[in-house]
């Protein structure tokens, strides 16, 4: 079936270079609030093990939808009025974590991301001007104001879809490596061909992987960062002689090399981790799986 022509427009958007100086702007205003860092974990899902804000947005759509169907019956004002300001104090943690997360997307989501929070937030200054009318006693210019503003988060809507399922932002970039590596031991390569304290790249079977040797202990990821699919052997190595190294991808991300644990979001997956051993100085993988 053929995409829509009237969404042909929204689909450029990941194109619109036309929006960077904004983004850009925004993007300083956004990073001097994502302090400290733990606060931004939070914001990122990083205990949650996924992105919270898909979760999180549930709540005001939720409540407006109900809001607008109960706009249609009878007798039911003071209902509306609830479920309408109920969705604006939820909208909050909303827009929080969607921005934490806008901050470290790539530039052709940042373009999208930054319409859709305007359309969101829009509507939801729309909303807080709905409840302040039905408030007073305006109830038809509330459900006037309601209406302009379920219009826009369903265009919102729309955008986060196209960043989530399109564009893949939250999505677990790394997960493909548990259906493609084979089963069993797989030869990596001589131990002595492996650097010191450095991280490598090494292919096996197909895949890039992430490879640190340090004396005989030989850690290995696979070579793509669950966020938005860096390559982790051109990220930051921390610590490189101490079991807690860490490595820092160019979004953000840090992972323990030794687990493949995040130590600080954006990602929210750890990294693909794989047993290692060494035989007749030949370094073997095998993947370990859920």
Same mark, same amino acid.
């Given at each position: 079936?053929?995409?829509?022509?009237?969404?042909? $427009?929204?689909?450029?958007?990941?194109?619109?270079?036309? *929006?960077?100086?904004?983004?850009?702007? +925004?993007?300083?205003?956004?990073?001097? *609030?994502?302090? $400290?860092?733990?606060?931004?974990?939070?914001?990122?899902?990083?205990?949650?093990?996924?992105?919270?804000?898909?979760?999180?947005?549930?709540?005001?759509?939720?409540?407006?939808?109900?809001?607008?169907?109960?706009?249609?019956?009878?007798?039911?004002?003071?209902?509306?009025?609830?479920?309408?300001?109920?969705?604006?104090?939820?909208?909050?943690?909303?827009?929080?974590?969607?921005?934490?997360?806008?901050?470290?997307?790539?530039?052709?989501?940042?373009?999208?991301?930054?319409? /859709?929070?305007?359309?969101?937030?829009?509507?939801?200054?729309?909303?807080?001007? =709905?409840?302040?009318?039905?408030?007073? %006693? /305006?109830?038809?210019?509330?459900?006037?104001?309601?209406? *302009?503003?379920?219009?826009?988060? =369903?265009? %919102?809507?729309?955008?986060?879809?196209?960043?989530?399922?399109?564009?893949?932002?939250?999505?677990?970039?790394?997960?493909?490596?548990?259906?493609?590596?084979?089963?069993?031991?797989?030869?990596?390569?001589?131990?002595?061909?492996?650097?010191?304290?450095?991280?490598?790249?090494?292919?096996?079977?197909?895949?890039?992987?992430?490879?640190?040797?340090?004396?005989?202990?030989?850690?290995?990821?696979?070579?793509?960062?669950? /966020?938005?699919?860096?390559?982790? /052997?051109?990220?930051?190595?921390?610590?490189?002689?101490?079991?807690?190294?860490?490595?820092?991808?160019?979004?953000?991300?840090?992972?323990?090399?030794?687990?493949?644990?995040? +130590?600080?979001?954006?990602?929210?997956?750890?990294?693909?981790?794989?047993?290692?051993?060494?035989?007749?100085?030949?370094?073997?993988?095998?993947?370990?799986? $859920?």
């Amino acid at each position: 079936m053929r995409e829509l022509s009237i969404l042909k $427009p929204l689909i450029g958007l990941e194109h619109a270079t036309v *929006l960077d100086p904004v983004v850009r702007r +925004v993007h300083g205003v956004v990073d001097a *609030l994502l302090k $400290p860092r733990a606060v931004e974990d939070l914001l990122h899902g990083v205990p949650a093990g996924h992105p919270v804000h898909p979760a999180i947005v549930l709540v005001p759509a939720g409540t407006w939808t109900g809001a607008a169907v109960l706009d249609l019956l009878p007798g039911t004002a003071r209902a509306a009025r609830v479920l309408v300001g109920a969705g604006v104090l939820a909208a909050a943690p909303a827009i929080l974590t969607g921005w934490a997360d806008w901050a470290r997307t790539r530039p052709e989501q940042q373009r999208v991301g930054i319409v /859709h929070a305007a359309a969101n937030e829009t509507a939801w200054m729309l909303y807080a001007a =709905s409840w302040l009318a039905r408030r007073g %006693g /305006h109830d038809a210019a509330g459900r006037t104001l309601s209406l *302009l503003g379920l219009g826009l988060i =369903s265009l %919102g809507g729309y955008l986060g879809g196209h960043l989530a399922y399109r564009q893949s932002a939250g999505a677990n970039h790394a997960n493909a490596v548990l259906s493609r590596f084979p089963q069993g031991w797989q030869a990596l390569g001589p131990l002595e061909q492996l650097p010191q304290g450095r991280a490598v790249r090494r292919d096996v079977a197909g895949e890039a992987l992430f490879v640190l040797r340090r004396g005989v202990r030989v850690d290995v990821l696979a070579d793509v960062s669950p /966020h938005l699919g860096e390559a982790l /052997h051109d990220g930051l190595l921390e610590d490189p002689a101490r079991t807690s190294a860490t490595i820092t991808t160019t979004y953000g991300s840090v992972f323990d090399v030794s687990t493949g644990a995040v +130590v600080h979001g954006p990602a929210t997956a750890p990294a693909v981790r794989f047993e290692t051993r060494i035989e007749r100085d030949l370094v073997e993988v095998r993947l370990l799986r $859920p």
